[in-house]
């Protein structure tokens, strides 16, 4: 009985952890970094998007207000059930986890 229990809980866990790994998609965005009340955020170049990031491995220090590419992973345009994107629904802004970052311009583009 413990052997089936051990084996129905491996199970699960790998299909929650299957589950939740497929929602990031890898994407590229360039934009203004920005860090206010202790949290980095990105708006990107033509302002179509505001990004929370959050830098895993980076020092994003250094490239605060410059223009940076990002490549990374997030959740934004992952749908629930409901159809409706789950950013939207909770209001919050969609992640960006930083797995690269590379200074474009020293300063933010002025809109």
């Not at 199970?11 to 202790?38: D, I, P």
Request: a positive charge; hydrophobic letters at 35%; glycine letters at 8%.
């Amino acid at each position: 009985m413990q052997l089936i229990s051990r084996v129905a809980f491996t199970l699960l866990s790998t299909a929650v952890l299957a589950v939740a790994q497929s929602q990031w998609h890898s994407t590229t965005v360039t934009g203004c970094l920005k860090y206010a009340s202790g949290a980095y955020s990105l708006i990107e170049t033509h302002g179509y998007a505001i990004y929370a990031v959050s830098g895993g491995q980076q020092d994003l220090r250094p490239m605060i207000n410059h223009e940076v590419t990002i490549t990374g992973r997030t959740t934004e345009g992952v749908t629930s059930s409901a159809g409706v994107s789950d950013n939207t629904k909770t209001g919050s802004l969609p992640p960006l986890r930083v797995d690269s970052i590379q200074s474009v311009l020293t300063s933010c583009k002025k809109k």
